[in-house]
Structures are given as C-alpha cells and as structure tokens.
C-alpha cells in the first residue's frame, strides 16, 4: 500500500515539475523567437540557440553571444575543410583560392570572439562594424564558392562539396541573425 502511495506522489511530482516547466520554456522559446525574427533565416538562428543550454536563462544580450558562438563555431570548421579542400587540390589557382578563403573563416572566428566581448561590454556599434566588415569581405573572398565555379559536381575534387557549400550558407545566415540581433540592442 505504501508503495502504490508513493508512485501517486511520485507521478503527482513529475506532472507539477512538468506544469511549472512548459511555461518557463514556452517564454525562453518566445525570445529566441523574437530575437530570430529579423533574421533573412530564423530557423537557422532559433536551431542555434535551441542547441545551446544557456539560451534557457539568456537575455537579449545572451542570444547575441550565442549566435556569435554558433557563427563562430562553423567558421572554424569551414576553416579547416577549406584548408583540406585546398591541400587535395590539383588546380594551382583553386589552391590559392581555398587557402585564401580557410584564411578568411580563421580571421572570422577572431573576430567574432572579438565581437562576443564588445556586444558583453555593451559595445554594441562596433560589434556591428565587425560583422559587417566579415560580411564584406566574405562575399569578396569566399562567396563565389558557394554559387559559381568552385562549387562541386559529380566526381570533382578540387571544389567545395555540396556540405561545404551548405555550412557556408550557414554562417552566412548566422552572421547576419547575428547583426539583426545586435543591431536591436
């Protein structure tokens, strides 16, 4: 009998916790919506912040440093899958190409730290100055990659996979939710 009393007040626990739980969740998801709405892809920018755990305590401020951070994050990875693209190139000039763009995304993850700690300072002007000028320089260096003639077709090997390509398009959306974001603060 003692055992049937404590699995009801067992079960009556978890629904409690699960009933003050939703709505906490439900405001957190509010403002990733919110802040993920100005973005040209708000999906990408709310997958960012969901992947995150601090986003369910973050503020404004909060969701900015982690879309930074999620920025960041595949700015590091392009860098390194362009640096391998660029060493199994037979193309001399593709070569210099992706080494010239693993460059840039290496560039980029300095400064989007950098960026993190002056949107933490509340300098939130030149963080936006930084963004932009990656988004400058990233449609002058590496964005041809993803639409012209570095992309890859069937068996090439001395051009950007359809992966690649992809995670670029990511960090190009995270970077401009990113500015949305910041520019709103």
């Not at 699995?7 to 003050?20: E, K, R, T």
């Not at 992309?151 to 996979?161: I, L, M, N, P």
Request: hydrophobic share 40%; glycine share 6%; charged share 20%.
């Amino acid at each position: 009998m003692s055992i049937s009393k404590l699995a009801i007040a067992m079960v009556i626990s978890i629904a409690l916790f699960l009933s003050i739980s939703s709505p906490l969740a439900t405001a957190d998801e509010k403002l990733i919506q919110q802040e993920c709405h100005y973005a040209r892809v708000p999906d990408v920018c709310a997958q960012c912040c969901d992947s995150d755990p601090r986003s369910k305590d973050a503020d404004a401020v909060g969701i900015a440093t982690i879309v930074l951070g999620c920025t960041s994050s595949h700015a590091v990875k392009l860098a390194a899958n362009l640096s391998e693209i660029a060493r199994k190139a037979t193309n001399q000039t593709m070569k210099e190409a992706y080494l010239e763009c693993s460059e840039y995304f290496s560039t980029a993850n300095t400064n989007l730290s950098t960026a993190v700690d002056m949107v933490r300072k509340g300098e939130y002007n030149a963080a936006e100055l930084v963004l932009g000028d990656l988004g400058e320089e990233y449609f002058e260096i590496c964005s041809w990659m993803v639409s012209g003639p570095g992309r890859a077709s069937e068996g090439e090997t001395d051009f950007v996979s359809p992966g690649v390509s992809y995670q670029m398009n990511v960090f190009d959306s995270l970077g401009e939710a990113a500015s949305r974001i910041i520019e709103r603060l």
